[in-house]
């Protein structure tokens, strides 16, 4: 039904090798036939963590992000390594990152975050059966844990103190989850 919509890639070429990000510029056919460049970053994709703690309080974390030169106020995630399945992925950063493990898991949704220039998508799970323990930080990965209400968190967000696109839309989930309005749709 969208075919009159898609494009057809003609060529590709590699035009940025780093050690994190690579960079590709395709020529594509345009619908109308014409001929177009499409710049971007191929991602192997991530996951979010929306933890809920059994008193009901939320885990999140503060991270400097270098691009924008600040802290944000974000949900545990991380990237999916080369085969790896994003549930285990998930439970993988939620102990690096917090020291805490999980006996409920469910899949909330899949984002895509940056379809303009990245084919990037992350699963987002919802986390409970919190159990507390040492985090194993990656050796460059420096950031504070803490806890908050829902309340706290929505707040954060309408005031604008909480701007990673991430973190909202877990926010938005789980006010809907939490709220008994929404389940989780699962896999």
């Known amino acids: 039904m969208d ?9 590709s070429a590699l035009v940025y ?3 994190f990000l690579k960079v590709i ?9 014409n001929a177009a460049t499409r710049e971007y970053i191929p991602h192997p994709g991530a996951v979010v963590i929306l933890p809920v703690l059994d008193n009901g309080r939320l885990l999140l974390e503060r991270q400097y992000r270098y691009p924008v030169g600040q802290v944000f106020i ?5 990237k999916i390594d080369p085969g790896e399945d994003p ?28 379809i303009a220039y ?15 323990g040492e985090r194993k930080l990656d050796e460059e990965e420096f ?16 005031s604008g103190q909480i701007t990673d696109v991430k973190t909202i839309i877990g926010s938005f989930w789980l006010e ?8 989780p749709i699962g896999r």
């Open 3 to 11: 075919d009159h919509l898609k494009e057809t890639k003609i060529d």
């Open 17 to 19: 090798d780093g050690s």
């Open 25 to 33: 510029k395709d020529t594509v056919r345009l619908p109308n036939g």
């Open 74 to 78: 974000e949900f545990p995630a991380g």
């Open 87 to 114: 549930l285990v992925c998930a439970k993988r950063e939620l102990l690096e990152e917090t020291g805490y493990t999980a006996t409920d898991w469910k899949f909330v949704c899949k984002i895509h975050n940056a």
């Open 118 to 132: 990245s084919d990037e998508s992350l699963d987002i799970y919802i986390a409970r059966g919190l159990t507390a």
């Open 143 to 158: 950031l504070d844990v803490f806890d908050c209400t829902p309340q706290e968190l929505t707040s954060w967000v309408r």
């Open 176 to 183: 809907k989850i939490l709220s008994g309005g929404w389940q």
